[in-house]
């Protein structure tokens, strides 16, 4: 059994943790991360606000991004292999995927903002935090590309705001998650969601 699960969340949300403690303790689980898909600097467009556009779907290679979960749907032995992923006993020795369970876990930004990928995913989570807490947080982080002075209301709240309005409006079976609650917390609730669905699923 393929099963496909979307984390989504607002800038420093919380969803590479999440990801990080479900890889460890979901079976034959493989990720892949939106953030490996951003393009060069010098093809980032400069905005109307003055800023480079980072924080829109057009700064991502999404449709190689589409490729690569592709790979996985065709063959999730095959990938996690090569992605360095280690597979149960059952799994190994399986002659075909149709044995076990595959998961594959979709983290990034804008994982609801994407036609071709929002059909894909069996579960989708999205990790919410406030304002305030989340120009704090994103103030604490060293990116390779350094935030500008104002970058953050000037483009990166704005855009969070647009694409959130967006995804609700695409997507409508996810599950919304505090983020200012715990990690454990945060982590107990998706894993019981995952447990539940794949039972259902069985």
Not at 27 to 44: E, W
Request: aromatic share 10%; hydrophobic share 35%; charged share 25%.
């Amino acid at each position: 059994m393929k099963f496909i699960i979307g984390i989504g969340g607002v800038t420093n949300g919380g969803k590479t943790t999440l990801t990080n403690r479900l890889l460890k303790t979901l079976p034959n689980c493989c990720v892949v991360h939106q953030d490996d898909f951003f393009k060069k600097p010098d093809q980032i467009e400069v905005g109307e606000d003055g800023f480079r556009q980072w924080d829109v779907i057009t700064a991502l290679d999404m449709e190689a991004m589409v490729n690569t979960v592709k790979g996985w749907q065709e063959n999730p032995i095959k990938f996690a292999r090569s992605h360095g992923v280690s597979l149960s006993p059952e799994a190994e020795e399986a002659d075909s995927v149709d044995k076990g369970i595959h998961i594959l876990i979709v983290e990034g930004f804008l994982v609801y903002n994407y036609k071709p990928l929002i059909d894909v995913y069996d579960k989708c989570f999205y990790i919410s935090i406030p304002y305030e807490e989340c120009k704090r947080r994103r103030s604490t982080r060293n990116y390779t590309v350094p935030d500008p002075p104002d970058l953050f209301d000037g483009h990166v709240w704005p855009m969070y705001l647009k694409h959130r309005k967006e995804m609700e409006n695409n997507c409508d079976r996810i599950e919304y998650l505090d983020g200012m609650t715990s990690k454990e917390d945060i982590y107990n609730k998706v894993h019981e969601s995952i447990q539940n669905s794949l039972l259902n699923n069985l």
